[in-house]
Each structure stands twice: as structure tokens, then as C-alpha cells.
């Protein structure tokens, strides 16, 4: 099946720095891809939907010039969260939808998480 | 508001026995209803799915019953093993799964030896 692969698995930062978050479907092209983020014992929560070659379009609640999100090709997309607060300690997970103009499954992968711990 | 309720939220079922999750969703306009596993600190992998074209999907040990008019789907993991411990979630989208995923809130099944 398709892979999706995010790096890195496991992060720590200092409050106040910036951290970025590679996704990449290593096997396919991937118009769309899905940031979540997901709080212990808990479901994910969709922050944003990235889109190949323009603007991501945020979930509402979710700050866009604190979770930048840069979908520069088909198969690469990014996170950086910027001046990150303790509060910002999370598993943040990608997803890719197999497909691009036509041919779109609707299955979409995931990736397998970063953990991002800000002291 | 919660667009899909799962439940129970935790499960604790004996190796062999039959796990079932139930999902029920309000937004009539979804028309994809994949179960996600998830285990500790991984992301979810897709289990299997069904639109609401058929009332039941199988493969393998998993079964998805669908109840359109109910507008309840249910996760049937027959023959429980141990290494099925997860949290289980479902979801539900539009447009043939196109649009953006609604998650249930998870069910962490524990399946004892």
C-alpha cells in the first residue's frame, strides 16, 4: 500500500523556538494532504488541509501564522510551528489522499506521527 | 458539535470473543465510513471501509454492518486476538470520501489472553 512518511518521529524544543514537519508520500502524488493533531487519549483533530500549490485552508480555532503549512510539491508537505509553547506539546499526524487529477480512492494514509514535546 | 459518536469508549474483550464498536452520524450528506487502528504511538492505519451502497462489507476477521436509515455503522472484529489491542476509530466523509474526515472519539480495545 501507499506510504506515508513524516520526519521527525520525535521532537523537543525550547519555548520560543520554531519546529518544522516534513510529511512525504514516498509512492505516490498527493494533491491534498491533511494535518491532525491528537492530545493523549484522544481523536485527531483536524488542524488544516494542505493543497498542492496554494494556501492551506485552516480549521477554524487553528492559527494560521502559528502552524505554517507549505505544500511545495506533490509529494512533500510541511508544518512548522513557530514560537512554540509548552502548550503546543502534541503527536502531530499527516495524511495523503492516493490520487491526483483523476483516479482519486478516497483512502487516505497516514503517516506516522511526530511528537513534538516544547519545554 | 460531534458529527460521529463512537462507543464505548473502552473495551475489554477475551481472545476468541466477538469486539464490537458502534459509530452513529448526523450529517446525512456522508457517504465514506472508514475504521481506522491505531496503535500506541503511531499513526492510524486504515482498516477498511464501506460506503452506503451495501449494508455490510467483510474482510477477513473485520466486518462493517451498515444501518443507512439508522444512520449507525458498527465494527465487528471476530475472533479477537491479542495483538488487535488498540484504539479503534471511526469516521465518516463526503463526496465518496473526498472531502475532509470526521473522527469518532476512539475506542481503546483490550483483548485479554
Redesign the interface.
Known amino acids: 500500500g501507499a506510504v506515508v512518511s513524516q520526519h521527525p518521529s520525535r521532537v523537543i524544543c525550547k519555548s520560543g523556538t520554531s519546529v518544522k514537519i516534513e510529511c512525504r508520500s514516498l509512492d505516490f502524488q498527493a494533491t491534498t494532504m491533511f494535518w491532525y493533531r491528537q492530545f493523549p487519549k484522544q481523536s485527531l483533530m483536524l488542524m488544516a488541509t494542505s493543497n498542492e500549490g496554494s494556501k492551506a485552508t485552516y480549521e477554524q480555532g487553528v492559527e494560521k501564522d502559528k502552524f505554517l503549512i507549505n505544500h511545495a510539491s506533490l509529494t512533500l508537505s510541511t508544518l512548522t510551528v513557530t514560537s512554540a509553547h509548552p502548550e503546543d506539546s502534541s503527536f502531530y499526524i499527516c495524511s495523503a489522499r492516493e490520487g491526483g487529477l483523476a483516479g482519486n480512492t478516497g483512502e487516505l494514509f497516514f503517516g506516522e506521527g511526530s511528537r513534538l514535546t516544547v519545554l | 458539535q460531534q458529527q460521529v459518536k463512537q462507543s464505548p469508549q473502552s473495551l475489554i474483550v477475551q481472545k476468541g470473543g466477538i469486539s464490537i464498536i458502534n459509530c452513529a452520524y448526523e450529517n446525512t450528506a456522508f457517504d ?1 465510513f ?1 475504521w ?1 487502528q491505531q496503535f500506541p ?6 482498516l477498511i ?1 464501506i460506503r452506503p451502497d451495501v449494508s455490510e462489507k467483510k474482510e477477513g476477521r473485520f466486518t462493517i454492518s451498515f444501518n443507512k436509515s439508522a444512520k449507525q455503522f458498527s465494527l465487528h472484529i471476530m475472533d479477537s486476538q491479542p495483538g488487535d489491542s488498540a484504539t479503534y ?1 471511526c469516521a465518516a ?1 463526503m463526496r ?3 472531502e ?2 470526521v ?4 475506542t ?1 480495545l483490550t483483548v485479554n489472553p
Open positions: 465514506y472508514p481506522y504511538g503511531k499513526g492510524p492505519a486504515l471501509a476509530f466523509s465518496s470520501g473526498s475532509k474526515l473522527f469518532g472519539k476512539g481503546k
